[in-house]
């Protein structure tokens, strides 16, 4: 499973990362979390509100940061 943070590095992308490698943690999941922050890339995938998260290519959260529940149930899915 691949996990992208979509976002500049803000304050909130900081903590949307950190609630995702929680959320991993707590599923055991095989996952590889990568930060995506050229803006370009961002757009180019349509997103216009950061952070977003992609799952495995697919756009999955725009402009919000998710508590960890949240995640484990967005992942285990």
């Known amino acids: 499973m691949k996990i992208e943070i979509l ?4 304050p909130k992308c900081q903590t949307l990362a ?5 959320a991993v943690r707590k ?6 979390i990568v930060k ?10 349509g ?7 992609a799952v495995d290519g697919e ?4 402009g919000k940061v998710a508590a960890v529940e949240e995640l484990e149930g967005l992942l285990a899915s």
Do not use: Q
């Open 18 to 22: 950190e609630n995702v490698t929680g």
């Open 59 to 62: 756009i999955k959260l725009v």
């Open 36 to 45: 995506v922050t050229d803006i370009v890339e961002i757009a180019e995938r």
């Open 7 to 10: 976002g500049t590095g803000c």
């Open 47 to 53: 997103v216009m509100m950061t952070p977003a998260l």
């Open 27 to 32: 599923l055991g999941l095989d996952a590889e």
